[in-house]
């Protein structure tokens, strides 16, 4: 059944000098508990159109709702989790205060043995009194990753999370949010540049075309669960990694006549 629901979902930016016609005529169903990535070009709108899903911008026309609810609505309840490329931490607050920061917000304090527990599950249990700057990229990114999970948000929306990682850590990451995916049955919109990582991550993988973004073609991911990490790719891996290569090519080179 349809839980996120994006109906011919344009946006066009508007600047003092200039308009960006970003989205154009969006439309993607989204199942509860699915794990979508979005690819495509650069510039296509991929962030743009995570940020309509997280209500934190205005399509111009077209609409997207959750759970039959508006993204305002869901917004306003702060059951919407984003993780960035950025941790994004409040530097002077401890590891578990920028856990409980946007439960704050909501006029929430949680309990410090939920802060501890979250914080276990995402594998940074021993780091609450720590400090933005005393941990690695990969540690804080988990702390973000907790902060989200933390709102039990409807919808995880990741914006290239991994982008700024190390390759070790990066593999290290995807099979923790594998782990705690597959534990929590959260429903995760990733954004990616990465083939390998989508095709490792993903039950469909949605590939938008360049600017305007469009949705160019959406592939189911054919390859088996449990997957295998690592680059141990298997014939079926390097196969739909192709496939969805020279998809992307085509969205970097194809003309646009309906722009
Ligand atoms: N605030 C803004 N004002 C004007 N134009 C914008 C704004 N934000 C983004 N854009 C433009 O909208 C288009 C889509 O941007 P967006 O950041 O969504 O792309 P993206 O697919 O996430 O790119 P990348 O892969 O580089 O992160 C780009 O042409 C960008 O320059
Ligand atoms: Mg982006």
């Avoid at 699915?34 to 077209?62: D, H, N, Q, R, W």
């Amino acid at each position: 059944m349809t839980y996120i629901a994006i109906k011919d979902l344009s946006l066009t930016y508007q600047t003092k000098t200039k308009s960006v016609h970003a989205l154009s005529h969006i439309d993607l169903d989204i199942e509860e508990g699915e794990f979508v990535s979005l690819i495509g070009p650069s510039g296509c709108g991929k962030s743009t159109l995570l940020s309509t899903i997280g209500a934190l911008l205005e399509p111009t026309s077209g609409s997207v709702t959750i759970a039959g609810q508006t993204v305002q609505e869901v917004r306003k309840q702060r059951k919407i989790g984003n993780v960035f490329q950025e941790a994004r931490l409040l530097p002077w607050r401890t590891v578990g205060a920028n856990i409980a920061y946007l439960s704050e917000l909501a006029g929430q304090r949680p309990r410090q043995s939920e802060i501890q527990e979250i914080a276990d599950f995402v594998g940074i249990g021993a780091f609450l009194n720590s400090y933005p700057h005393e941990l690695s990229g990969g540690m804080r990114q988990r702390v973000s990753l907790c902060r989200a999970m933390i709102l039990d948000p409807m919808v995880l929306l990741m914006d290239e999370p991994f982008g700024a990682l190390d390759a070790i850590t990066r593999e290290k990451m995807q099979v923790e949010l594998l782990r705690i995916w597959e534990e929590t049955k959260k429903t995760i919109v990733f954004v990616t540049h990465a083939i390998d990582e989508a095709a490792y991550l993903s039950d469909r993988i949605v590939v938008m075309s360049a600017r305007p973004g469009r949705i160019q073609a959406d592939y189911v991911n054919p390859l088996v669960r449990p997957r295998e990490p690592f680059g141990r790719q298997t014939h079926e891996t390097s196969d739909f990694q192709s496939v969805l290569h020279s998809e992307l090519m085509r969205a970097e080179t194809e003309e646009r006549t309906d722009a």
